[in-house]
């Protein structure tokens, strides 16, 4: 089916981040929602590696899996939720949510990761405060008296 939509102008103006890295998990692309939710510009995040925004105590295993979808051309994350910590440029924690798509060259080798990203930061610290607060009744109504 064909369609006059223009992937490039969709990219540009969909509100969630949309970052791709190639093999070596360095970035290729970055809109203008990556901009908005991570602070750092395209110019700046251009050919920089994913370690821009994955916080340092995760950099390993986040490499690790990186790797790991590189070798086997899979990712668990195409249609799971990945939920993780991440940092944005001035250095404030954030939680994300995204999922990831393999892109593959002519040869069949990954070619680039592509991740779809949404900012969970509020959601996340609703979430925990929520957490707290129940934890805090519940251990009212379990105190004798």
């Known amino acids: 089916m064909k369609t006059d939509v223009d992937c490039r102008a969709l990219v540009a103006a969909a509100p969630d981040a949309i970052v ?18 991570f602070g750092y510009t ?15 105590r995760l950099r390993a295993r986040h490499w690790e899996g990186y790797a790991r979808s590189m070798q086997t051309g899979s990712t668990k994350y195409g249609t799971t939720l990945l939920k993780v910590p991440a940092t944005h440029k001035d250095g404030r924690a954030m939680s994300i949510a995204f999922t990831v798509s393999m892109l593959f060259g002519a040869d069949g080798k990954v070619s680039s990761v592509v991740a779809v990203i949404r900012d969970e930061t509020e959601r996340f610290n609703e979430d925990r405060a929520l957490r707290k607060r129940l934890a805090e009744l519940e251990a009212r109504l379990a105190a004798p008296g």
């Not at 093999?23 to 809109?31: K, S």
């Not at 203008?32 to 939710?37: H, K, S, Y």
């Not at 110019?43 to 916080?55: F, K, N, Q, Y």
Request: glycine share 10%; net charge negative.
């Open 20 to 37: 791709a890295s190639d093999a070596e998990g360095i970035i290729v692309l970055w809109n203008a929602g990556a901009e908005r939710i």
């Open 42 to 56: 395209e110019d700046e995040a251009l050919g920089r590696s994913l370690d821009l925004i994955t916080p340092e």
